[in-house]
C-alpha cells in the first residue's frame, strides 16, 4: 500500500459550512494550509514520477512571490484530471442511482462509454479516456474531488460573485482548488477512496481501485470523509446504457465491434 506523505491538519476536519468556507478561502495570498496543498497538488499531476514532483512543486511555490513560470505540460495534465474525473463521476452516478438500464452494476466500461458520447469537448474518445485513466488511476479519487469542489464553486459564483475576494471566475480551476481548499478536496477524496476501494466492478473480482498502487490518504491526516452529490443519468445516456442491454456494446458508427478496455500499461 502507499499513503502519501502529507502534514496532518492541526484540527480534525469536519466540514459543515462549505458556503462560507468557500467565499472567506478563494483569493490571492489565503493559501492556509500551504504544505499540505502543495504536497497534494504534487501526488495529483505527478502521481509516479517523484523526481518530476520535486522539480514541479519548486515552481508551484514560486507562485507566491510573483513568479509566472509553469510547470511543463501542467495544462495537458489538468485536461486528463478532467477526464479521469468524467470517469470516476459517472461510475459513482451509476451506483448510486442503480438505474434498471445497467444491470449487473456499474463498471468501468459503462462510464467511459457514457463520458465518450455524451463529452461535448474535444479529446473525448473511448482510448483518451482509457490513456488517461492509465495514468491518473491511483490518484483518480483525488483529482474527481478537485473537479467535483471546482464545480460546486462555480455554481456558487453563479448566484455571488467571487471577484470580490480576489478570484474571477475562469480561474475557478481544480488546480487552484487544491490549493485554496485542500481540506476539501482531502475530504471529498477520502469518501471517494472509501468508495472505490469497497466497490468491485461488474464481474470481476478486484476492487476499482488498486489497494497496492493507489496514493492513499493517511488516516492520521485529520480529516472525515465528505460525500459528494449524486447526478441524475440523462435521457441520453439511459439510452446509451440500453443500447449496451441490446447486445450494441463497443459499436463504433461503422458496426464495426470495439474493445472496451483499457490499453497495456
Not at 21 to 31: A, D, E, F, I, S
Not at 239 to 248: F, K
Request: proline share 6%; net charge negative; glycine share 6%.
Amino acid at each position: 500500500m502507499r499513503f502519501m506523505e502529507i502534514p496532518p491538519f492541526e484540527r480534525r476536519v469536519d466540514i459543515r459550512e462549505l458556503d462560507l468556507l468557500v467565499r472567506t478561502r478563494l483569493g490571492p495570498g489565503k493559501m492556509r494550509w500551504e504544505e499540505q496543498a502543495l504536497a497534494l497538488v504534487g501526488y495529483m499531476a505527478w502521481p509516479n514520477d517523484a523526481e518530476a514532483r520535486e522539480q514541479s512543486m519548486s515552481v508551484i511555490r514560486g507562485w507566491r512571490f510573483g513568479s509566472e513560470a509553469v510547470p511543463s505540460r501542467l495544462r495537458w495534465i489538468e485536461i486528463a484530471w478532467g477526464r479521469v474525473a468524467d470517469v470516476l463521476n459517472h461510475h459513482y452516478d451509476l451506483a448510486k442511482r442503480s438505474h434498471p438500464t445497467h444491470r449487473g452494476g456499474p463498471s468501468l466500461s459503462k462510464a467511459v462509454e457514457l463520458v465518450a458520447a455524451l463529452s461535448k469537448s474535444a479529446g473525448t474518445s473511448n482510448a483518451s479516456l482509457w490513456e488517461a485513466w492509465a495514468k491518473y488511476k491511483d490518484v483518480a479519487h483525488l483529482v474527481t474531488a478537485a473537479t467535483i469542489v471546482t464545480a460546486d464553486a462555480r455554481e456558487r459564483a453563479k448566484i455571488e460573485d467571487f471577484k470580490d475576494c480576489g478570484i474571477a471566475d475562469e480561474e475557478l480551476r481544480p488546480l487552484h482548488i487544491a490549493l485554496l481548499l485542500p481540506e476539501v478536496v482531502l475530504s471529498v477524496g477520502l469518501f471517494l477512496q472509501n468508495y472505490g476501494l469497497e466497490t468491485v466492478p461488474y464481474s470481476r473480482e478486484e476492487s476499482l481501485f488498486d489497494p497496492e498502487t493507489l496514493w492513499r490518504i493517511k488516516p492520521d491526516l485529520n480529516v472525515t470523509p465528505l460525500e459528494p452529490p449524486v447526478r441524475e443519468i440523462n435521457r441520453e445516456g439511459i439510452a446509451i446504457l440500453n443500447a449496451r442491454r441490446a447486445g450494441n456494446r463497443g459499436k463504433t458508427s461503422q458496426g464495426v465491434e470495439e474493445e472496451q478496455a483499457p490499453p497495456a500499461v
